[in-house]
């Protein structure tokens, strides 16, 4: 059979009054279920954004400080509602707290 997407069932979303295939309500209510992560002035953070450092923050482990103004280029989201993944040249590893960053 496979994955047919005809013989897929639909289900009624009460959300949006409509019907919808299974796996796209189910697609929906995942992403419904993701919190909102915002930065510092209050900006939606998604996957992929490039952000600032608001204030100086200092690196436990990395023995390192990251200045105020240092650019993240790539954040990705975590499901927490207040930390964000972040890669940095040199720190394995780094999670940030949305309050601390700015949208580019």
Not at 47 to 62: F, M, P, S
């Amino acid at each position: 059979m496979g994955g047919d997407m005809a013989d897929e069932d639909y289900v009624y979303d009460e959300d949006s009054g409509e019907w919808l295939p299974a796996s796209e309500l189910a697609d929906r209510q995942a992403a419904a279920s993701q919190p909102e992560v915002r930065d510092a002035v209050g900006n939606l953070l998604a996957d992929g954004d490039q952000v600032t450092l608001i204030k100086d923050l200092e690196v436990k482990g990395a023995g390192q400080t990251l200045k105020r103004g240092t650019l993240i280029k790539s954040i990705r989201l975590t499901g927490d509602a207040q930390e964000i993944d972040c890669r940095y040249e040199g720190i394995k590893g780094l999670v940030l707290r949305a309050e601390f960053v700015r949208k580019r």
